[in-house]
């Protein structure tokens, strides 16, 4: 069984970068899609960005142009970056492979003003 640790969270100030990674104990390959999803508190979990395993991504609209997906297929590892961060990026940072439910623990990412 595959099991995913994200990290590279933290605390960040407005306008700030993080780089965040989700490293996959196995491969990652068999997978058609991984994706980082985010939850503040008080909301549902949402999807931020996706990537195929052709590589096509996909980023919701409240982080597109500031939020990166890619997939590193030969470190089986996924990353998000982030820059231009605002505080209401702040959210527990989640990394999922495929549409099932392997999930990571989570990562804290916290944006103050």
């Known amino acids: 069984q595959v099991q995913l640790v994200e990290s590279g969270g933290g605390l960040v100030q407005a306008g700030g970068s993080l780089r965040l990674s989700c490293a996959a104990s196995?491969?990652?390959?068999?997978?058609?899609?991984m994706g980082w999803y985010r939850q503040a508190p008080g909301k549902q979990r949402e999807l931020v960005a996706s990537?195929?395993?052709?590589?096509?991504?996909n980023h919701a609209d409240s982080v597109k142009g500031r939020f990166t997906i890619s997939r590193d297929i030969a470190k089986n590892t996924v990353y998000l970056f982030m820059n231009s961060l605002k505080p209401e990026d702040t959210a527990v940072y989640y990394c999922?492979?495929?549409?099932?439910?392997?999930w990571g623990q989570g990562t804290q990412v916290t944006v103050s003003s």
């Open positions: 999922r492979a495929g549409l099932g439910s392997l």
């Open positions: 990537v195929t395993r052709g590589h096509i991504t």
């Open positions: 196995g491969s990652i390959f068999s997978f058609d899609v």
